[in-house]
Antibody
Framework: QVTLRESGPALLRPTQTLTLTCSFSGFSLSSSGMCVSWIRQSPGKAPEWLAVIDWDDEKYYRTSLMTRLTISKDTSKNQVVLTMTSMDPVDTATYYC???????????????WGQGALVTVSS | QSVLTQPPSVSAAPGQKVIISCSGSRSTIGHNYVSWYQQFPGTAPKLLIYDNDKRPSGIPDRFSGSKSGTSATLGITGLQTGDEADYYCVTWESSLSIFGGGTKLTVL
């Protein structure tokens, strides 16, 4: 059974850096085709993909946020970490860690989602 | 990043069929797989359709997906009140993922 769980601060002040950890089980991020994405969703809005890291340590970032985002993995610990700098109230959202499948030479779909972690940015 | 366009809302009566559209471009839907997700309030999205028209294990065959050119559709037959939710299409462009704006389904 594949599970993912997000952990991190619930409240941040503006300008601070967000560090979120995704702890997962049921798959290995060293197996071909396995990837993990971070996706966020602001209240009342559509989800917004942020970043992906794959089994080969390839990383891709949302264009508008790429200067603020860093994604990394620790395969031995089954963890993926996302950092986002210069947090602002508009970054208030639920942040999801999501297993992402790469098939037929392309990123394909999000098959298992974590429960999400609500992050509020407020002074 | 490019845009995927969905109707903000659709509605139909129980037992009826509804189609949700997702419009993209040649570089998005035209050259990549489309997946669809269902989301109830306060919960994470759930995968309904992947690789344009495949259903994960456990998803009823009332849900179907198709893709033609630069557009994709999600079909739901035999509507149930429990299908009331938000539905999102997703694809990729140059290894960057794109979500549609979402469609709220109301079962009257």
């Amino acid at each position: 059974q594949v599970t993912l769980r997000e952990s991190g601060p619930a409240l941040l002040r503006p300008t601070q850096t967000l560090t979120l950890t995704c702890s997962f089980s049921g798959f290995s991020l060293s197996s071909s085709g396995m990837c993990v994405s971070w996706i966020r969703q602001s209240p009342g809005k559509a989800p917004e993909w942020l970043a992906v890291i794959d089994w080969d340590d390839e990383k891709y970032y949302r264009t508008s946020l790429m200067t603020r985002l860093t994604i990394s993995k620790d395969t031995s610990k089954n963890q993926v970490v996302l950092t986002m700098t210069s947090m602002d109230p508009v970054d208030t959202a639920t942040y999801y860690c999501v297993r992402t499948i790469y098939s037929q030479s392309r990123y394909s779909y999000f098959d298992t989602w974590g429960q999400g972690a609500l992050v509020t940015v407020s002074s | 990043q490019s845009v995927l366009t969905q109707p903000p809302s659709v509605s139909a009566a129980p037992g009826q069929k509804v189609i949700i559209s997702c419009s993209g471009s040649r570089s998005t839907i035209g050259h990549n797989y489309v997946s669809w997700y269902q989301q109830f309030p306060g919960t994470a999205p759930k995968l309904l359709i992947y690789d344009n028209d495949k259903r994960p294990s456990g998803i009823p065959d009332r849900f179907s997906g198709s893709k033609s050119g630069t557009s994709a559709t999600l079909g739901i037959t035999g509507l149930q009140t429990g299908d009331e939710a938000d539905y999102y299409c997703v694809t990729w462009e140059s290894s960057l993922s794109i979500f549609g704006g979402g469609t709220k389904l109301t079962v009257l």
